[in-house]
């Protein structure tokens, strides 16, 4: 009896130390901050710019006559000074500092202020608007404390973070928070924020969010808020993508972004079903520029990205990203399917120029939808593809297929397909009638089916459930 109680006793124990065994792995809060504090908070500078103001920028001139008008002979004709507070952090002893180009947008004047109350004029080494990030190099003669970036790949969700800046002017302010979200978007065309619940406001942009390792891992850059005011939900610039932009305008005093001349499409969830993907990822090639890198490659429109050299592509804002972090005149290789068969493809990356525009789309106009005449498969009633019906809906020239004239709201094809739109593939293949879209509907076994769509010169793939 007692053997078996020892048994028991045993498998018991077993299976709670299994229980338990996550648990006691988990990284524990840490006791403060104080001593990442006093390690970091040396190179985090406060930033003070200042833009003089021509008198018809600056106030306005009182009427004649007003109680006011006498202020017109005080201010006089004098330019007004205007000021901007945010905050910075020193990359390199000799006094390189980064911070958010709004900071510093427009200023004739920038200083650079230290925790232990030393003040520096500083200048504009170089910023990119399209990031905004700046650069500024101090006017000093000693070398200056400093801080690293970190790898930003490998902060996660649930990681401690802190910041330090210059919230409302006040200076050397830390707050302290967790990773709540990666991959944000909030509108730019290579947003990849990390969003933490850090307390952030106005004069923290442009201040460093720290890992618990010292080391920087975002650029504060933005809050959603309803009120202006922190929410906890903030946003920085990952430090891979800072420290790439800080490299090229340190070097080159501008970004030289990576170009392929392509412009892609979303894989929506129908489309990933119809290749057969268990979640939707990659990029549909949509548009190849006729002088691009990618013209010469055999990179065909409706090619779906799947990696973009080893690296997995997680939808089109990243593709792009990944792009245009590539190092110019770099060879790399493009996995993708085309016509559902893996392939391999290889590109020069070049350079993106100021008139580029990757994720260029073109605008499609609604037209007047004709009467059906009973030429309708999944909800898209189809017209003749004439000289008419080309200046009627504002055809491309280059497109040849089937005309879609009208789509049914109800229908899937809603949002998907437009009125203009010309069908010239059906699942990769050749179509020129009604007849020959309603076989291949016919045939498909039910699922998602997938058109090529030649919507104002611009390739456009859509799945849409029958």
């Known amino acids: 009896m007692m053997q078996r109680f020892l048994v028991l006793t045993t498998f018991l124990a077993a299976l709670l130390s299994v229980a338990v065994t996550p648990a006691l792995q988990a990284h524990p809060a840490p006791d403060g901050f104080a001593d990442l504090a006093e390690r970091l908070s040396p190179a985090v500078v406060n930033i003070s710019a200042a833009q003089r103001l021509d008198s018809e ?35 390199d002893p000799s006094g390189l500092v980064v911070t958010n180009n709004h900071v510093i947008d427009g200023a004739d004047e920038v200083e650079v202020s230290l925790p232990d109350g030393r003040a520096f004029r500083a200048e504009v080494v170089g910023i990119d608007s399209v990031t905004d990030l700046a650069v500024l190099r101090m006017d000093v003669d000693e070398p200056m404390p400093f801080v690293a970036f970190a790898d930003s790949d490998t902060a996660r969700v649930g990681d401690w973070v802190i910041a330090i800046g210059n919230p409302f002017g006040l200076g050397g302010t830390l707050t ?22 850090v307390a952030i406001n106005t004069g923290n942009s442009g201040g460093p969010l720290f890992n618990m390792d ?18 906890g939900i903030s ?7 800072a420290e790439t932009v800080v490299s090229q305008l340190v070097e080159f005093g501008e970004t030289r972004r990576g170009w392929l001349g392509v412009s892609v499409l979303r894989v929506t969830p129908e489309m990933a079903e119809s290749f057969d993907l268990a979640t939707p ?41 990944m792009a245009a972090e590539t190092e110019i005149g770099r060879e790399i290789e493009l996995e993708i399917i085309r ?8 590109l020069t990356v070049g350079a993106l120029s100021e008139g580029d525009d990757e994720d260029a789309t073109v605008n499609a106009t609604v037209i007047a939808p004709t009467p059906t005449n009973g030429n309708e498969v999944m909800g898209m009633t189809f017209g ?4 008419a019906s080309r200046r009627r809906f504002r055809v491309h020239p280059d497109a040849e297929g089937v005309l879609v004239t009208e789509v049914d709201p109800t229908s899937d094809a809603a949002g998907k397909v437009r009125p203009g739109d010309v069908i010239e593939e059906v699942e990769f293949a050749r179509v020129d009638s009604v007849a020959a879209i309603r076989e291949i509907v016919d045939g498909h076994g039910g699922g998602p089916v997938r058109f090529q769509i030649n919507r104002g010169g611009q390739y456009v793939l859509q799945s849409i459930r029958p």
């Open 214 to 231: 010292g080391e920087v891992v975002g650029v504060n850059t933005l809050i959603l808020s309803p009120t202006g005011a922190s929410v």
């Open 281 to 321: 990822y990659g990029a549909i090639v949509s548009r190849i520029e006729e002088d691009g890198p990618a013209a010469a490659s055999g990179l065909r429109n409706g090619d779906l990205v799947l990696q973009f050299d080893g690296r997995r592509v997680r939808d089109s804002r990243s593709f792009q990203r």
């Open 339 to 346: 016509r559902d068969r893996p392939m391999t493809v290889s």
């Open 384 to 387: 003749t593809l004439d000289t």
């Open 57 to 91: 920028d600056g106030l306005p001139e009182f009427p004649e006559g007003s109680p006011l008008e006498r202020f017109n002979d005080i201010f006089g004709n004098a330019p007004r000074i205007a000021n901007s507070l945010g905050s910075g952090f020193i990359i």
């Open 176 to 197: 302290a928070g967790v990773v709540s979200a990666r991959g944000r978007e909030a509108g730019g065309r290579y947003d990849d924020y990390i969003q933490t619940d």
């Open 235 to 241: 946003l920085s610039i990952p430090a891979n993508l």
